[in-house]
């Protein structure tokens, strides 16, 4: 077991806020402040093998352009959809390739469920290193919106989670305070086990999801 990942964990506040939106759907809004640039973290967002060291969320291709995709947790899982709907890019790229081209996203995973996002698949062509980064993907029926901004010589990193099932918020909450709390400790240099699936329960997942439902409700 990690120290560093425990101590995390517990450096990390239990804080997220939770407001529903279209389509009688809810949105989990949580934040973490990154001693790295958007140019370090990003990669960690979109590259299967670096999402593999800390995230559920483990797709089939790189996550830099629109179009479909596949994702799983674990090699022994079925594939669900990870369809990339926008990619802001923290620097230029193309997503105008033929390959995995971009197809009609259809409602509730479109990303105006979050209000802000759409499906034109344009990226940021500012070409700097401190530009800040967007992604939004389906993780099967949810949405997932990734923004990092710059802050100082590091970055904000947000995550939206739209998703259905309203009874689900403190355990979704729970699971991704240990992933981010792996990121953070991959992100300073720490060779980390990632933490998947009932292995977060030696972790205190059980205590942050009690702790999640109560300023969630």
Known sequence: MS????????????RASL???????????????????????????????LLAGWSPVVPDR?????GAARCRENPEDEWLDAEVILVNAPWEVDVSREADAPREVDAPG??????????SGK???????DASGELVHRWGGDLLR??????????????EHTFADRDGTAMYAAGWHICLAVLVTVLDGHDTPRVAGTA????GWAELRDAYRKITG
């Not at 977060?200 to 972790?203: A, E, M």
């Open 62 to 66: 790189v996550l830099d352009r629109v």
């Open 123 to 129: 990226a940021d062509a500012s070409g700097k290193a």
């Open 3 to 14: 120290d560093g990942v425990r101590d995390e964990i517990g450096r990390q506040e239990v």
């Open 110 to 119: 479109k990303a105006d469920a979050l209000g802000k996002a759409d499906a």
């Open 146 to 159: 990734w923004t990092l901004t710059p802050r100082g010589d590091g970055c904000l990193l947000t995550l």
């Open 200 to 203: 977060g329960l030696d972790y």
């Open 19 to 49: 407001a529903e939106v279209a389509g009688g759907r809810w949105v989990l809004v949580m934040e973490r402040e990154l001693p790295h640039r958007v140019d370090v973290v990003w990669p960690h967002l979109i590259e299967p093998g």
